[in-house]
């Protein structure tokens, strides 16, 4: 059970706009940064966002990334069939003093 | 290019130990916190260690402290990962991770992955 709360799925059609939230606590996601990796399948993860909002080089603005106290979100727009994976949050808890990742969310674009 | 290669997993007997390497190329190694993170079969990430660049600190999961030990050779641009006492929930593809400098949360660069099988 981790700290970070995910929804299980999510799903849009090419196009669409999706949203994947991640819950958390005063002592993770309001008091530090929040950052998005997607796995491909059968892949290593990549980082999407890092610092709450920042898009590494390469990665297509067609995701951003927006955190408001205990809870950040990771927005998908132009839905694309490659968006399909797994998306995880991750952020620093500093009561665990330790790296924590949500559970996952699993995107399918019908 | 930022490259990380794994080796060293495979299948080991519960009470077992392992050791886990990490070779990197295309950075400054001895700039960048390095860290572990694995994935059990079918399952999400989980943090499990991380080498940080000021102090030196290490850094554990509670599943894994006083049983895991993580180190690096800066020389060789290589970290480890040594297992002890390996029992069966440790079973798991573990995927080395290039922090971003001191950020012991961004893991900016990753492995492929090395598969650890715990089963008698």
């Known amino acids: 059970q981790s700290v970070l709360t995910q929804p299980p799925s999510a799903s849009g059609t090419p196009g669409q706009r999706v949203t994947i939230s991640c819950s958390g606590s005063s002592s993770n996601i309001e008091s530090n940064y929040v950052y998005w990796y997607l796995q491909l399948p059968g892949t290593a993860p990549k980082v999407l966002i890092y610092?709450?909002?920042q898009r590494p080089s390469g990665v297509p603005d067609r995701f951003s990334g927006s955190k408001s106290g205990t809870s950040a979100s990771l927005a998908i727009s132009g839905l694309r069939s490659e968006d399909e994976g797994e998306y995880y949050c991750a952020v620093w808890d500093d009561i665990l003093r330790a790296p924590v990742f949500g559970g996952g969310t699993t995107l399918t674009v019908l | 290019e930022v490259q990380l290669v794994e080796s060293g997993g495979g299948l080991v007997q519960p009470g077992g130990s392992l050791r886990l390497s990490c070779a990197g190329s295309g950075f400054t190694f001895s700039s960048n916190a390095m860290s572990w993170v694995r994935q059990a079969p079918g399952m999400g990430l989980e943090w499990v260690s991380s080498f940080s660049v000021t102090a030196h600190s290490t850094y554990y999961a509670d599943s894994v402290k006083g049983r895991f030990t993580i180190s690096r050779d800066n020389s060789k641009n290589t970290v480890y990962l040594q297992m002890n006492s390996l029992r069966a929930d440790d079973t798991a593809v573990y995927f080395c991770?290039?922090?971003?400098?001191?950020?012991?949360?961004?893991?900016?660069?990753w492995g492929q992955g090395t598969l650890v099988t715990v089963s008698s």
């Open positions: 610092r709450n909002n």
């Open positions: 991770a290039k922090n971003w400098l001191g950020e012991l949360t961004y893991f900016h660069a």
